[in-house]
């Protein structure tokens, strides 16, 4: 299974905005991500309602991770995103 362990990099965390920014990017790469943060139950990161249950904020670790084809790519893009705090999608993803 590739894990990526990454600090949230919006300021508010993934709430609204950046939380919707991150699920299409998840649903963007085609690759199962699940997201959790530390000691707690991994959920679907391509869930808006996962994602913002999760009360992930500013500056907090999250681990991305996935046992698919294709994750380390997919987990390396969507690493960048969230630590940079990126307010739109990068034509990478």
């Not at 699940?34 to 999760?54: D, F, H, I, R, Y």
């Amino acid at each position: 299974m590739a894990e990526r362990h990454v600090h949230v990099g919006w300021t508010e965390g993934l709430h609204a905005r950046p939380a919707s920014i991150f699920v299409r990017a998840v649903t963007a790469t085609g690759v199962p991500v699940t997201v959790a943060k530390a000691e707690s139950s991994p959920v679907n990161a391509a869930s808006m309602l996962a994602v913002l249950g999760l009360g992930a904020r500013g500056g907090e670790e999250i681990v991305l991770a996935s046992d698919a084809e294709g994750a380390d790519a997919a987990l390396d893009r969507l690493a960048k995103l969230v630590t940079e705090g990126l307010d739109e999608l990068p034509e990478t993803v």
